[in-house]
C-alpha cells in the first residue's frame, strides 16, 4: 500500500495527525519512521512549506526519498524552526538498495529483476545535527545495526526504519536486539522510530 499511488496521500495526512498529536502533547520532538513520506519530498514544494511551518511548534523527524543532480537516496528530513536539513543514508541494504556486483552485473540484474531502476545512491559520511543544543547522529534502518555508525558518534542517535516489508520474518526482533547490543556496547541512547516492530523490556 506504502507504494500505490491512491493510498500515498492518505499515508501522508496519517502522518501530519501524527504530528499534530505531538504538538497537542507538547513533545519537543517527532520522529516518524523510514519512508513515512512514500514519496521524493523535495519534489513536493507544498509539503516542504507545511512541514516547515509546523517545525515552528515541534522538531520533525521523517523518512522520504531525496533526489539530487546525481540520483536517489533514502534520507531522514529534519525540519527544525522552519527549515530543513536532510540527512542521507550511508550504509545502503545489500539487494534491496544496492546490487553490490561490478557495474555491468549490477545492470543486468536491475534490468531483469527492477524494471530497470538504478540503486539508490549512498552518502559518503554520517549526518550529525544539534537539536535544542544537544547533538544527534541520524541512521536509517540497516544502518544502525553497522558497528560503523558508533565509531566517534555523539551520545544520541535518532533512527529510523520501514520494517513492514520484512513481515513475516525475525528481522524486526533481530534488528531490535542489534541495535540494543550496540547502545550498550558503546554506551549510546537510541532513539528508534519503526512501523512494525517489536516491543522487548
Same mark, same amino acid.
Given at each position: 500500500? /506504502?507504494?500505490?499511488?491512491?493510498?500515498?496521500?492518505?499515508?501522508?495526512?496519517?502522518?501530519?495527525?501524527?504530528?499534530?498529536?505531538?504538538?497537542?502533547?507538547?513533545?519537543?520532538?517527532?520522529?516518524?519512521?523510514? *519512508?513515512?513520506?512514500?514519496?521524493?519530498?523535495?519534489? $513536493?514544494?507544498?509539503?516542504?512549506?507545511?512541514?516547515?511551518?509546523?517545525?515552528?511548534?515541534?522538531?520533525?523527524?521523517?523518512?522520504? =526519498?531525496?533526489?539530487?543532480? %546525481?540520483?536517489?537516496?533514502?534520507?531522514?528530513?529534519?525540519?527544525?524552526?522552519?527549515?530543513?536539513?536532510?540527512? /542521507?543514508?550511508?550504509?545502503?541494504?545489500?539487494?534491496? $538498495?544496492?546490487?553490490?556486483?561490478?557495474?555491468?552485473?549490477?545492470?543486468? =540484474?536491475?534490468?531483469?529483476?527492477?524494471?530497470?531502476?538504478? %540503486?539508490?545512491?549512498?552518502?559518503? *559520511?554520517?549526518?550529525?545535527?544539534?537539536?535544542?543544543?544537544?547533538?544527534? /547522529?541520524?541512521?536509517?534502518?540497516?544502518?544502525?545495526?553497522?558497528?560503523?555508525?558508533?565509531? %566517534?558518534?555523539?551520545?544520541?542517535?535518532?533512527?529510523?526504519?520501514?520494517?513492514?516489508?520484512?513481515?513475516? *520474518?525475525? $528481522?524486526?526482533?533481530?534488528?531490535?536486539?542489534?541495535? /540494543?547490543?550496540?547502545?550498550?556496547?558503546?554506551?549510546? =541512547?537510541?532513539?528508534?522510530?519503526?512501523?512494525?516492530?517489536?516491543?522487548?523490556?
Amino acid at each position: 500500500m /506504502r507504494w500505490d499511488e491512491q493510498w500515498i496521500y492518505k499515508i501522508v495526512e496519517f502522518q501530519f495527525t501524527e504530528i499534530d498529536k505531538a504538538i497537542k502533547n507538547k513533545d519537543d520532538i517527532v520522529v516518524l519512521t523510514e *519512508s513515512a513520506f512514500p514519496l521524493i519530498l523535495n519534489n $513536493e514544494g507544498l509539503l516542504i512549506q507545511r512541514l516547515k511551518l509546523l517545525s515552528k511548534k515541534i522538531t520533525i523527524v521523517l523518512g522520504s =526519498i531525496y533526489k539530487a543532480d %546525481d540520483g536517489y537516496y533514502n534520507a531522514n528530513y529534519y525540519f527544525i524552526d522552519g527549515d530543513y536539513q536532510v540527512a /542521507r543514508k550511508v550504509f545502503l541494504v545489500p539487494f534491496g $538498495e544496492e546490487i553490490p556486483f561490478p557495474q555491468f552485473l549490477t545492470d543486468l =540484474i536491475n534490468e531483469i529483476f527492477y524494471n530497470g531502476a538504478n %540503486d539508490y545512491k549512498k552518502a559518503e *559520511s554520517f549526518f550529525d545535527i544539534e537539536i535544542k543544543g544537544v547533538k544527534f /547522529r541520524n541512521a536509517i534502518c540497516f544502518e544502525a545495526t553497522v558497528d560503523e555508525l558508533y565509531h %566517534d558518534a555523539p551520545d544520541y542517535i535518532i533512527a529510523s526504519s520501514n520494517n513492514g516489508w520484512f513481515k513475516p *520474518s525475525i $528481522e524486526p526482533t533481530l534488528q531490535n536486539l542489534l541495535i /540494543r547490543f550496540y547502545a550498550k556496547k558503546y554506551n549510546k =541512547i537510541i532513539y528508534h522510530s519503526a512501523n512494525m516492530g517489536v516491543d522487548l523490556d
